[in-house]
């Protein structure tokens, strides 16, 4: 489609709003008013992590507990709530850090006020304002169309229309939308919330959202867990308050003492801890990351798309030789070429070189023009001279303005194999808005590009083949053009012309499982491939910059935009590389393995204490005997095995490639690892109860059973730790030495009311806690071989 219009200059031109009409309307409240949340506000972070469902049974527990028990056995309730302020504390720092990304990200228009074009924020639109735009430029407001050059929108944002639509003066345009070739002007007749697309989304630059197994499997996780809690909770509370004849004070502290461990409360914490840091620690390195679990999608990609102008190589370019053909007067040559580049009021990277190298055209009038456009792959202009020779020329791609057999191509294709990137000056006798403008037209000039190639890249490249991460260019650029940079870049693969792909989905997977490089790729065609990548159970992250690459970044799992890329890339991208280095994707995706990896590892640790801790509670209600623990020891264990080590765990780095089936991977060590625990801790209880029978002393029992629960948990702790470093040891030891003191200090001893009592009883624990290691050591290798993910 084209759109021939006559000149800006020959249009009466909209001069926009003055100072004072602005001023009034902003009175009104006639502003694009329509909040751009970065991230969550200081009040939704507090209530998110203070109004949980845990922290109300924890803090109602924790209430009881002050009235009925000492202080010791209420420390639980100061955890959490040293917990709950961590999290606030790392996701604020987390939000100030997305807030100030976003400045910098944010899209700012370009309006007409008091008759000069000036840059302002999208928050200062207002009704009536006239903005410019150009290829890339997204649509922020509603608006109708003032001028128009050459002007193509692209709506599949909204409408799901993948071809784009010409406007003219008067026609309608709406936020959502984007430029994909020409330009022109529009006056806002909607602004903030009335506009089309605040209706479909509170943020027009957001209609979908990743998806996050991690969150939505920790939702499932906690699900289970209240199931199992309910009733194990409730035949806890009646056997010690009404079966057994104990001390009211005394009972209800072991009740809640075996309540309270049933709660992975510190579990979702981690979670959002871990996201917050990664995003702190990312937003150092430029990154803005627009979805939090675009970090977790990023590390679970396999497969990543990548555009190579603007991702490979540099925007820029450079016009290194002139060949005219058919002796055409190479004089000549350089005044078409520097028209046509001066007739542009809005040149591409290769435009922008030709107007660098020749920039003698401004004798020329134009009268007609046909903007770049991907999926045309040139673009032209009609001239009149001012000695009355008038022409129409073209200027693209030489395989798509030429016919097969042309000498020119041979010529091209020896140029491209050289990395060079080579476009074709033709003369045409059709007009512009003919659709086979380019048929039957004359070759006067190759001219040739060289692009200049990111230092970075192959670096990176390498790193996403250390990771087993497949690497895949998909280029518009001639294919063996396109294959000697990602030669020249250390990527191996064949090269393959995306016009010879299979349109139908299954043989286009095939053939881009087996290809590296794709040349000559249409925008639609990039979807299209995203589509077949994913159907074959690929993830895919999809990089670019530019207006093509925007319906391929939508449809990719991840999309990543550049910081300099267009408007439209940046609104669509999940993450955006604010300093356009290619080289911060590995830091992306090494922090998202880091916080999916360690999750799962902490998540194993937490949901083995709800495991034990519900078998616990049933093996008492069963037996009739009353609960082991008091909520003090359960706060000493978890701090010792779970809470200090899972926060160090956490945050620990992983390269690991993170995996799906985030709960079956838990849970399946979770539950064996549990019930061992629970197991074991109960037999070492019920002996103990055996051996003191004559002193009746619980505290010598509870001592007992804490010491074996202890050191299993330690083993437990030992094994999610593996692979062993110096820092991991040296964490575990730790702990160990902890749990030592503690036993070792009389003042510790009396505090935690733990006591060993005799030499019998601490060895058959001790017995029974290697027994136990030694089963969780051949239940988890049983495990891994019959249930592998």
């Avoid at 060079?420 to 006067?444: C, H, I, M």
Wanted: aromatic share 6%; charged share 20%.
């Amino acid at each position: 489609m084209t759109d021939i219009d006559a000149p800006a200059t020959q249009r009466p031109a909209a001069t926009g709003l003055t100072a004072t009409e602005v001023a009034d309307r902003v009175a009104r409240g006639q502003v694009n008013d329509v909040p751009v949340h970065s991230s969550r506000s200081i009040g939704e972070i507090v209530r998110a992590n203070v109004f949980t469902r845990f922290n109300a049974i924890i803090g109602i527990l924790w209430l009881i507990m002050l009235a009925v028990a000492p202080i010791q056995d209420s420390l639980f309730g100061f955890v959490i709530l040293a917990n709950t302020g961590i999290g606030i504390l790392q996701e604020w720092r987390a939000k100030k850090t997305l807030d100030s990304l976003a400045v910098i990200g944010e899209v700012r228009p370009t309006v007409r006020r008091d008759g000069a074009a000036v840059v302002v924020a999208t928050s200062e639109l207002v009704l009536d304002d006239v903005m410019e735009f150009g290829p890339g430029d997204k649509v922020v407001v509603d608006g109708v169309c003032v001028e128009a050059d050459g002007l193509e929108i692209d709506e599949s944002l909204l409408t799901g229309e993948a071809d784009p639509v010409v406007k003219r003066p008067g026609d309608q345009v709406l936020s959502g939308s984007f430029v994909v070739a020409g330009g022109g002007a529009f006056r806002a007749t909607k602004v903030g919330r009335e506009a089309y697309a605040a209706q479909l989304a509170e943020e027009a630059s957001r209609f979908t959202l990743v998806h996050s197994e991690l969150r939505s499997g920790i939702s499932t996780i906690l699900k289970y867990v209240t199931w199992m809690m309910v009733p194990a909770a409730i035949g806890l509370v009646i056997t010690q308050l009404f079966v057994k004849n104990n001390d009211l004070g005394d009972s209800v502290a072991r009740t809640i003492g075996g309540i309270v461990p049933m709660v992975p409360e510190g579990l979702v914490l981690l979670t959002s801890v871990a996201f917050a840091i990664g995003v702190i620690r990312l937003g150092r390195k430029q990154c803005l990351v627009q979805e939090l679990p675009a970090i977790e999608g990023l590390a679970r990609v396999d497969t990543v798309c990548l555009d190579k102008t603007g991702t490979l190589t540099e925007g820029g370019m450079d016009v290194t030789e002139l060949r005219a053909l058919d002796g055409a007067d190479e004089t000549y040559i350089r005044r078409v070429l520097g028209a046509l580049g001066t007739s542009d009021p809005r040149p591409n990277a290769s435009l922008q070189a030709i107007i660098d190298a020749y920039p003698d055209g401004e004798d020329w009038r134009r009268t007609g023009s046909l903007p770049f456009s991907s999926a045309r792959k040139y673009s032209g202009a009609s001239f009149s001279e001012e000695n009355g020779e008038s022409g129409t020329w073209l200027l693209g791609a030489p395989d798509v303005l030429l016919t097969d057999g042309d000498p020119a191509l041979t010529e091209t294709e020896r140029l491209n194999e050289q990395g060079l990137r080579v476009l074709l000056l033709v003369r045409t006798a059709r007009g512009l808005d003919d659709p086979d403008v380019a048929k039957g037209a004359r070759p006067f000039a190759l001219v040739v590009l060289e692009q200049r190639l990111r230092p970075d890249a192959a670096d990176t490249l390498r790193y996403f083949a250390e990771q087993d991460v497949h690497a895949k260019v998909i280029s518009g650029d001639n294919a063996v053009s396109v294959g000697a940079v990602a030669a020249k870049l250390g990527l191996k693969g064949s090269t393959v012309d995306a016009r010879r792909l299979p349109a139908e989905r299954e043989g286009m997977a095939a053939a881009l499982d087996d290809g590296t490089v794709f040349g000559r790729v249409t925008p639609q065609q990039k979807r299209d491939m995203v589509g077949a990548l994913q159907s074959r159970g690929h993830t895919v992250a999809m990089t670019g910059d530019g207006v093509n690459d925007v319906l391929a970044l939508k449809d990719a799992d991840i999309g990543v935009a550049m910081g300099s890329g267009s408007e439209a890339t940046r609104a669509v991208a999940q993450i955006v590389l604010l300093n356009n280095s290619f080289a911060t994707l590995p830091s992306v995706v090494a922090e998202g393995r880091r916080v999916i990896g360690n999750i799962t590892r902490v998540a194993t640790l937490f949901l083995v204490k709800t495991v034990y801790s519900v078998l616990l509670a049933l093996l008492v209600v069963c037996w009739g005997v009353e609960y082991p623990f008091l909520p003090r020891h359960l706060t000493l264990l978890s701090t010792l095995t779970i809470g200090i080590p899972a926060f160090f765990l956490a945050l620990a780095p992983n390269k690991e490639r993170a995996r799906p089936h985030f709960v079956r991977r838990v849970m399946r060590y979770s539950i064996p690892g549990g019930v061992v625990a629970g197991v074991a801790t109960f037999v070492t209880y019920l002996i103990a109860r055996h051996e003191y029978v004559g002193e009746g002393s619980l505290d010598a029992e509870t001592s007992a059973a804490t010491l074996t629960l202890f050191l299993i948990s330690m083993w437990v702790l030992a094994i999610i730790a593996r692979p062993y470093t110096w820092w991991r040891v040296l964490l575990v030891a730790s702990m160990g030495v902890a749990f030592v003191v503690v036993l070792m200090v009389p003042w510790l001893q009396e505090f935690f009311a733990l006591k060993l009592v005799g030499v019998t009883m601490p060895w058959i624990a001790v017995g029974i806690s290697v027994v136990a290691a030694v089963a969780l050591e051949i239940m988890w290798k049983w495990v891994d071989r019959r249930f592998p993910v």
